[in-house]
């Protein structure tokens, strides 16, 4: 079935420095592709979302491409801040109603 | 800015008791979604509801839970004869649609611990 994994946690930057959190999916259609974040104590927000191939998703300095040959939809951000730790998760939907998760990635940034 | 809400924040309860658990979706979105999440695991759907019924369902969904609108606000998952291993956090989501230009928007979780 489909599956997105992630690396895994804690990553642990010092501000300024540049963010990559790697995620590859399988999926058996032509899913949309979503990282969410979850700060502390809050629910799930999206960040960004891609629907198709070589599309690029962006939102407060975070990046990801849709990249279909690689099954790749890896998070980057060139300079991070310590209020951007956080949880950061991977998704995707093949349409219909549900989104599969990956496991979730926590990132400690330190001033 | 809308967003969805849910209570309580956290519910402890004993093994075999059930539990309900309340949601408000965003006032005029359709489709209605619980998930949960295991600590340390991953987020997995649980149930989409749309139009008074459930529209698709995990595994995990056994007879054990059932889901309600019960009135034009609320969206509730219940849980009976709670086990041990119910015990994560449950996410409630909304959206105005189904597909690639819908974004489902997510409650803040309820942390349901079963002793």
């Known amino acids: 079935g489909d599956s997105v994994t992630q690396m895994e946690g804690p990553v642990t930057l010092s501000e300024e420095a540049f963010l990559t959190i790697n995620c590859t999916y399988t999926?058996?259609?032509?899913?949309?592709l979503f990282w969410y974040v979850q700060y502390p104590g809050e629910g799930l927000q999206l960040l960004l979302k891609a629907t198709k191939a070589d599309d690029k998703g962006s939102n407060k300095g975070f990046e990801a491409t849709y990249r279909k040959e690689t099954t790749s939809f890896h998070l980057e951000k060139g300079s991070v801040q310590v209020s951007d730790s956080a949880v950061y998760f991977c998704?995707?939907?093949?349409?219909?109603?549900?989104?599969?998760f990956g496991a979730g990635t926590r990132l400690f940034v330190k001033a | 800015e809308p967003e969805v809400t849910q209570t309580p924040s956290h519910q402890v309860t004993q093994m075999g008791q059930e539990v309900i658990l309340r949601c408000v979706p965003i006032?005029?979105?359709?489709?209605f979604y619980w998930y949960r999440q295991i600590l340390g695991q991953k987020v997995e759907f649980l149930v989409s509801?749309?139009?008074?019924?459930?529209?698709?369902k995990s595994e995990i969904f056994d007879d054990q839970f059932s889901v309600e609108r019960p009135d034009g606000s609320n969206f509730t998952l219940k849980i009976r004869s709670t086990k041990l291993e119910d015990s994560a956090m449950y996410f409630c989501?909304?959206?105005?649609?189904?597909?690639?230009?819908?974004?489902?928007?997510f409650g803040p979780g309820t942390r349901l611990t079963v002793t």
């Open positions: 999926a058996t259609g032509y899913p949309s």
């Open positions: 006032s005029n979105h359709l489709y």
């Open positions: 989501a909304s959206s105005a649609g189904t597909g690639q230009g819908y974004e489902q928007y």
């Open positions: 998704a995707l939907r093949t349409g219909g109603f549900k989104t599969i």
């Open positions: 509801f749309y139009n008074n019924e459930i529209s698709e």
